[in-house]
């Protein structure tokens, strides 16, 4: 496809329930990162990879949240037992390579509500 | 460490006004710097940057200057419209360090502008 995308673009989780949420990059894109948008915030990295490899996971919130990329394309964010707290839109972005001129392409987002 | 401190919002606007949306930094290292729009129901799109200090940012009519005295990059438009009501965010990356990939971003401006 022409750009990032994710699904699902929205989910409803029941406190306690396990997501995954998906993430198609740009074919051909080396770098992958997620970042967590809360109501009314900016958003936040959380982690990033660099093909299979997950270079930094530091912004993961609590070891609830995993993240893989097994083939160095798709990539899964799961977030098991969600809590209310974990209610945010999830952005997904990739880069070509890895560089401060190389811009981050970003999808659209999937909107995690936990009721 | 990092961080990003833009103007808050709602800004409503009449169409041909004047636009400002200022935005302030904290850095460890040098940043390069970026303003991001998203428009309703899409993804976060890049709309400016500027990489080194008195560099001007521009495009579709916003211009942005990098003032590394006042660490600052205030987002401008000489005249708005309709089409370019969307969320605005400031964004830093800094180039030194393990992870200049990481994108550190303001809580963001919602703009709108009435015809």
């Known amino acids: 496809g022409a750009g990032v995308s994710q699904s699902p673009r929205y989910k409803v989780a029941k406190r306690g329930q396990d997501v995954a949420l998906r993430c198609d990059p740009i074919?051909?894109?080396?770098?992958l990162f997620w970042y967590q948008q809360a109501l009314g915030q900016g958003p936040e990295f959380l982690t990033y990879?660099?093909?299979?490899?997950?270079?930094?996971k530091s912004g993961l919130p609590s070891d609830r949240f995993f993240a893989e990329r097994p083939e160095g394309s798709v990539s899964t964010l799961k977030i098991q037992r969600t809590q209310q707290e974990d209610s945010a839109v999830y952005l997904c972005?990739?880069?070509?390579?890895?560089?401060?001129?190389?811009?981050?392409?970003f999808g659209p987002g999937t909107r995690l509500t936990v009721l | 460490g990092n961080s990003v401190t833009q103007m808050e919002g709602p800004v409503t606007l009449s169409e041909e006004a004047f636009l400002t949306i200022n935005c302030t930094y904290t850095?460890?290292?040098?940043?390069?710097l970026f303003w991001y729009v998203q428009y309703p129901g899409e993804g976060l799109q890049l709309l400016l940057k500027?990489?080194?200090?008195?560099d001007k940012g521009s495009n579709k009519g916003f211009e942005a200057t990098y003032r590394k005295e006042t660490t600052s990059f205030h987002l401008e438009k000489g005249s708005v419209q309709v089409s370019d009501s969307a969320v605005y965010f400031c964004?830093?990356?800094?180039?030194?360090?393990?992870?200049?990939?990481?994108?550190?971003f303001g809580k963001g401006t919602l703009l709108t502008v009435n015809p």
């Open positions: 990879f660099q093909n299979e490899a997950q270079l930094d």
């Open positions: 074919s051909g894109h080396v770098s």
């Open positions: 850095a460890t290292g040098y940043p390069s």
């Open positions: 972005a990739s880069s070509l390579v890895v560089g401060l001129a190389d811009e981050q392409f």
């Open positions: 964004a830093l990356r800094t180039r030194s360090g393990g992870s200049n990939y990481k994108l550190t």
């Open positions: 500027a990489t080194k200090a008195d």
